[in-house]
C-alpha cells in the first residue's frame, strides 16, 4: 500500500485540476441559461473535494515516479476521470444508468465518439459542450497535459509522458524537457483548434454548433450536438473544412510542432507518414466512388464521391462522423473504411489504431523478409528514411500486432457469447479499440450503442480504454508480475 501512495498523491492532484475542467461548460450554462448549471457546480466540488480527500491522505508520500508508478498513475488516471466525467450526464439526464454514464464518458475522454444517447439537438448546449470537450481534453491525451503541470507542483513526467505517448520512438524529444515538450505541442493543439473554430463559423454554423464540432474534429473524437451527426448540417463547405482538420488531426502533432517552430513547411516533407496517409486515402476514396458507382448506389459520380471521400476520412482517421448511413452501403465499402481507421493515423496524432508507423514498419519488414528469402546471405535492414530501425523495435511491433489482433478476436467472442450478433461484435469491437466511434450492424451510423446490453457496454468501455492506452500500457498493470516486489 505504502508503494502506491505516492500515485495515489499524484492522482489527487490530478483530480484538483480536473476539476476545473467544467468550469467552461458551467459558462456556457450560465450564459445561455439553459438550466444544466447547477450540475456542474456539483461536478466542481465533488472532484475537488475527492481530489483534496485523496491530497490529504497521501500528502506524506512523495516521490520521484518510476517507471512501474508511471504506468499505474496513467491507467489509474483513464480509468477514474471517467466516473468524475458522469456526473453532469447523471444529474441532468433522466433515466441515464450509470452504466451507460461511463460508456459515453470513457468514449468522451478516449476520443472514441461512440454514444448510448439520442434525442442531441434537445439536450442543453452545455451538455453537448462537455461531451466533446472530453474529447478535446482526451485527443492529445490528458497526461500530456499533466505532464506540463506537475512539474510545477514538484513532480516530474518524464514516466507519465513514457507510458503514455502512442508511439515506437518513446525516446524522441522535441525539446529538452518533458513539460516543454508538452506545453509546445498543447500549444499546436489549441492554434489548430481554435483556427478549426472559426472556419466552421465562416462555413455556416453558429459559435456554439462550431465550439463542439471543432473539439470533436482536432481530437478526432466524433460526437455531435445533432443526432444526424454533420449530415444535420448538409453542407459541401463544411464537410471539406472537417476533411482538412481531420486530416491536420490525423498527422503526427510533432511534425506540426515542428514546422511552427522552425516556421518551414520541410518537417512536413520528410514526414514519411504523410506521405504514406494521403497515397491510401486518395486511392481508396477514389476506390469507393468507383465501387458505388459500380453497385448503382450513386448514379452520379460527383455524389458518389462527395460521401466516399467524407466518410472514408472520417472513419478511416478515426473521426467517426457520419453525413450519411454507410451502413445501407454494399458491405466492401463500411468495411474497408473500418478496415483503415486500423492504422491510418499516424503515431503522435489524436488518431487511434496501430497507427501509420507501425504499418509502415510492418510492411517494410515483411518486403525484407521477402529478399532474405530470395537472397539468404544478403544484409537488409529496414529502414525508416535513411535510418536503420533497429530490430528490438521491429519485434516491439510485432508483439503489438499480436495483441491488436487478440485482442480483437477475444473481445468479440466475448460479445458474440453474451447474445451479439457475430458481425455487430466484431465491428463493434475495432471501432472500439480503434476509437473510431461508429461500427455496423446494430452499431451503425444511424444509431447508438444503447442497444448493448450491461455487460456488452462494459466489454466496450473496456475495449476504448484497451485501445486509447496502446494495449500494453493497460494490460501490463494487469498482469501478476507488475504487483510483485
Known sequence: ???????????????????????????????????????????IVITFLSGLALWLFSRRYTRELQTRDGFLLVVLIWAILPVYSTIPLLMHIPDLSFTDAYFEAVSGLTATGATVLSGLDALPPSINVWRTQ?????????????????????????????????????????????????????????????????????????????????????SLGGMSSHDASLGHFDSVILEIIVMVFALI????????????????????????????LLAVLAVSILGLTGFLLYKGFYLDFLEALRYAAFNTISVATTLGFATTDFNVWPYFAPLWMLFLSSFIASSGSTGGGIKMLRAMLLYKQVYRELIKLIHPSAEVHTKLGHQAVPNKIIYAILAFLFIYVASIVVLSFTLSASGLDIFTSFTAVVAMVNNTGPGLGQVGPASTYAVLSDFQTWVCSFAMLLGRLDFFTLLVVLTPVFWRK
Open 1 to 43: 500500500m505504502s508503494q502506491t501512495l505516492p500515485v495515489v498523491h499524484v492522482l489527487s492532484k490530478v483530480l484538483l485540476i480536473y476539476s476545473a475542467a467544467f468550469l467552461l461548460p458551467l459558462a456556457i450554462s450560465l450564459g445561455l441559461s439553459d438550466g444544466a448549471h447547477i450540475v456542474f457546480d456539483k461536478a
Open 134 to 218: 472530453m474529447h478535446w481534453i482526451g485527443g492529445m491525451g490528458v497526461i500530456v497535459l499533466v505532464v506540463a503541470v506537475l512539474p510545477l507542483l514538484g513532480v516530474g513526467g518524464r514516466q507519465l509522458f513514457r507510458a503514455e505517448t502512442p508511439t515506437p520512438m518513446k525516446d524522441n524529444k522535441l525539446t529538452p524537457r518533458m513539460a516543454e515538450t508538452a506545453k509546445g505541442l498543447w500549444g499546436v493543439y489549441v492554434l489548430f483548434t481554435a483556427a478549426c473554430i472559426v472556419a466552421l463559423w465562416a462555413g455556416g454554423m453558429n459559435w456554439l454548433d462550431a465550439l463542439v464540432h471543432a473539439f470533436s474534429v482536432m
Open 249 to 276: 488531426a490525423a498527422i503526427n502533432f510533432s511534425t506540426h510542432f515542428m514546422a511552427f517552430r522552425t516556421r518551414s513547411l520541410a518537417a512536413y516533407r520528410f514526414d514519411a507518414e504523410i506521405r504514406w
